[in-house]
């Protein structure tokens, strides 16, 4: 018997959310449909019959009074919440061959996408770099706070890099 | 609250002029959606993603409110001060507009 669910294991940094758009719209043209985002990298799918799903990504981090107004707004125009995941937002809409809805419509408000993304990176990273500065000045007074640093270093540049990307990714759009 | 100047907000994007053009009357979301793409003449969809984005926007800084909720929807109209940036909005279009058809006259 085949199973009807499955789960997957896939890492997508920050500022490639439309190369895991295009994974998910794949893998539902394979017949296994997004059931839900929880855990980062981990997705699950339900195998049912292949359908051209287009699958969009938003980067959304609304208050609960603002949850309703933002999902009646995308049920109205078609579009299905799969999940949400640290403020991302998974909606799909089926789609006729050869149509790509989206659910942003023009340049400038896929920047302010990016820029909120962009945001919330700086503001993780702010006090990261805080502490890393504070702690280089110390010396090492106990052994195991040199693999702290280690890991704050590795995290504290990881965030720089996506943040740099995404700002890359503004750039790019903005010269469209 | 003291305003800003309208003229800061100018030139509006294309979205956000039929967005606001079509809150003159009181609208919800999907209602603004196909008027949109309606007035436009099918030049303009508006995405719900760009729509929730201009609606929040306009909302903040006090352009449109709501007016009414209906079945989870709620409905926004222009303010004075939003009816006043679309005018002034209109009257750049038209300048835009008339330079454009004059030059094209011209050069033919």
């Given at each position: 018997m085949v199973k009807d669910r499955v789960t997957r294991f896939r890492w997508f940094w920050a500022w490639q959310d439309e190369k895991e758009e295009a994974w998910l719209g794949e893998m539902s043209r394979r017949g296994l449909h997004l059931a839900s985002v929880g855990l980062p990298c981990f997705y699950t799918f339900i195998r049912g019959e292949p359908r051209n799903m287009t699958y969009r990504l938003d980067y959304q981090p609304y208050t609960k009074k603002e949850r309703e107004d933002y999902l009646q707004l995308f049920r109205d125009a078609g579009w299905e919440h799969v999940g949400e995941m640290a403020a991302w937002q998974y909606f799909r809409k089926e789609a006729a061959p050869g149509e790509?809805?989206?659910?942003?419509?023009?340049?400038?408000?896929?920047?302010?996408?990016?820029?909120?993304?962009?945001?919330?990176?700086?503001?993780?990273?702010?006090?990261?770099?805080?502490?890393?500065?504070?702690?280089?000045?110390?010396?090492?007074p106990y052994p195991?706070?040199?693999?702290?640093?280690?890991?704050?270093?590795?995290?504290?540049?990881?965030?720089?890099?996506?943040?740099?990307?995404?700002?890359?990714?503004?750039?790019?759009l903005r010269r469209l | 609250m003291a305003r800003n100047n309208l003229d800061n907000y100018l030139p509006l994007t294309e979205s956000t002029y039929y967005i606001m053009l079509s809150l003159l009357e009181p609208l919800h979301g999907y209602g603004v959606m196909q008027r949109v793409e309606a007035i436009s003449r099918g030049t303009v969809r508006v995405g719900p993603g760009t729509l929730y984005g201009a609606l929040t926007m306009l909302e903040k800084e006090g352009l449109i409110v709501k007016v009414s909720e209906e079945d989870r929807r709620k409905s926004y109209q222009l303010t004075d001060e939003g009816r006043e940036l679309l005018k002034k909005q209109v009257q750049r279009l038209e300048i835009m507009a008339a330079s454009g058809r004059a030059a094209h006259m011209a050069g033919k």
């Open positions: 790509n809805p989206e659910i942003y419509t023009d340049i400038e408000s896929k920047v302010a996408k990016y820029k909120r993304l962009l945001g919330y990176l700086l503001i993780l990273l702010a006090p990261l770099w805080v502490i890393l500065i504070i702690q280089f000045g110390d010396g090492v195991w706070l040199s693999g702290i640093k280690i890991f704050g270093f590795v995290v504290g540049t990881l965030l720089l890099y996506a943040a740099v990307r995404v700002f890359l990714r503004i750039r790019q | -």
